[in-house]
């Protein structure tokens, strides 16, 4: 009866936040929410292409399945895969946070652990860099869908087969998923016998799920043309899967930033769950600690480190790593909700489910800011630069968020096929210039042209997009 109720209020938080995630989402493409990659991962889906480093396996294999739905253009079918495994996230994390309480011996009453454990989901769904990473065509929520199954399989127990696996292709989503590895082996390392068999027979499946995802079902794409790398070649596959490109981002960021980069990290911790939730975290940390302490230190470490990661990382948006770890802290949540319920619940009785309204509060905080139902500016403004694009022209962009943009009008919404984009950033990147110089149907004299040089051989009009958007209302 129990596992009834669990499966109930996890149903009941998933359906509430994946109608909310529907309603609050873009029509297409959005460069809101860091949503600049968008164009290059709804691109590579559609043309069987690959994405950028390091190329994100089960995401593609993802994408594949929703993109054949026949709904919206292809970006909204992708916003909606977001949507989908972002509610389901939270479902997960619904029904672990009710494992968990039942393991600590919390309150045993369903009415007291549905309260909890549905107010520790929705606050997690409907925390403002969770929510608004649900909406858009992004790897992170699909990482924190496999993030939170991990979770709810060492928690639970299950099958050290499910774990390693569960893992593994969560690593091909977002490779970030590594730094579970503290959870994974305090889930292995649960169980009193075969310990050791168990830990081994995880991280082997894991490294299996990882081998197929990032060797054959990147290998198989390797045939469309892609600016990031020839993955035919043990060298230009290793330099994709391995992220060279970004290597130069990773731990380094400036240490006089280092302050400003905690303070906001620690301010946006804190405007997760609101102030009041974050105090209540703080409450499910200090109970679990007495309790499952061993719970608390592996959890610990897997947020923190996703967090010096992130920290560390010399990106504007770095922060949005911290999306597949946001489900370890509503567990600490829940555990903080369950102490509020049990307290309410003992002094006025029917009043536990007012817990409710810290999600309720959620929404009236954060919709107006993650709302992108009527966003369509990306898409306006590609309009208006193919639309006075000058026939055959080589365009030249600058930020990514431009050059995914135009590439997905071009070659999924096939508008403007006559004009070529070239992005400037890119052009000294060996594989994109090499991609570039046969699409330009120019002649590779074992020289690496500038792209002035290259741009003067084609004899085609040349412009850079800004110069074609003029006034100040119409650039992005």
């Avoid at 109720?5 to 989402?25: C, E, N, P, R, S």
């Avoid at 509610?87 to 994390?93: D, E, K, V, W």
């Avoid at 992130?310 to 369950?338: E, K, Q, R």
């Avoid at 999600?359 to 990306?378: C, E, K, M």
Wanted: contains cysteine; glycine residues 10%.
């Amino acid at each position: 009866m129990m596992e009834k109720h669990k499966g109930i209020v996890g149903i009941a938080g998933t359906v509430i936040l994946l109608t909310i995630y529907v309603a609050t989402a873009p029509p297409s493409l959005t460069w809101a929410h860091q949503g600049a990659d968008g164009g290059d991962l709804a691109t590579a889906v559609v043309w069987g292409s690959i994405p950028h480093p390091p190329g994100s396996p089960t995401y593609l294999l993802l994408g594949d399945l929703f993109i054949h739905l026949p709904w919206g253009d292809p970006a909204w079918r992708l916003n909606l895969m977001s949507a989908v495994l972002a509610a389901g996230a939270a479902g997960l994390t619904t029904m672990t946070v009710w494992d968990l309480l039942r393991r600590t011996g919390e309150d045993a009453r369903p009415s007291t652990l549905g309260a909890a454990a549905l107010t520790g989901g929705l606050c997690l769904g409907l925390s403002p860099l969770f929510w608004s990473q649900a909406i858009i065509t992004e790897v992170y929520t699909p990482a924190a869908f496999f993030a939170a199954l991990v979770m709810a399989l060492s928690i639970r127990g299950g099958p050290a087969w499910a774990l390693g696996l569960s893992w593994g292709m969560g690593q091909g989503a977002h490779p970030t998923l590594i730094f579970l590895a503290p959870l994974i082996i305090w889930g292995a390392w649960g169980e009193k016998d075969g310990r050791l068999s168990r830990l081994a027979t995880v991280y082997l499946l894991a490294l299996l799920g990882w081998g197929v995802l990032y060797g054959p079902v990147l290998l198989a794409r390797g045939d469309v043309p892609c600016p990031w790398g020839d993955v035919s070649t043990c060298n230009g596959w290793w330099a994709l899967v391995s992220g060279r490109m970004y290597r130069g981002y990773l731990f380094a960021l400036p240490l006089v930033d280092l302050p400003r980069r905690l303070l906001a990290w620690g301010g946006l911790l804190a405007r997760q769950f609101t102030p009041l939730g974050a105090v209540l975290s703080g409450l499910g940390v200090a109970c679990l600690w007495r309790k499952q302490r061993s719970l608390v230190s592996a959890s610990a470490l897997a947020f923190g480190a996703a967090s010096v990661y992130a920290i560390g990382y010399n990106t504007a948006d770095s922060l949005v790593y911290l999306v597949p770890a946001l489900p370890l802290t509503a567990l600490w949540l829940g555990a903080g909700l369950a102490q509020a319920t049990g307290w309410l619940s003992h002094r006025l009785r029917r009043w536990a489910w007012t817990i409710l309204l810290l999600p309720i509060l959620q929404v009236l905080l954060f919709w107006g800011q993650i709302n992108l139902s009527g966003d369509s500016a990306a898409i306006e403004w590609t309009e208006l630069v193919l639309d006075r694009a000058p026939s055959r022209a080589v365009l030249i962009t600058e930020q990514d968020a431009h050059t995914f943009t135009l590439l997905y009008a071009q070659d999924v919404l096939g508008k403007r096929p006559d004009v070529t984009v070239v992005d400037e950033d890119l052009w000294g990147q060996e594989p994109y210039h090499r991609m570039m110089m046969d699409i330009l149907e120019l002649e590779d004299n074992g020289r690496a042209l500038s792209l002035e040089e290259a741009l003067h051989q084609t004899g085609r009009p040349t412009v850079r997009v800004t110069d074609l958007v003029v006034t100040e209302e119409e650039s992005p």
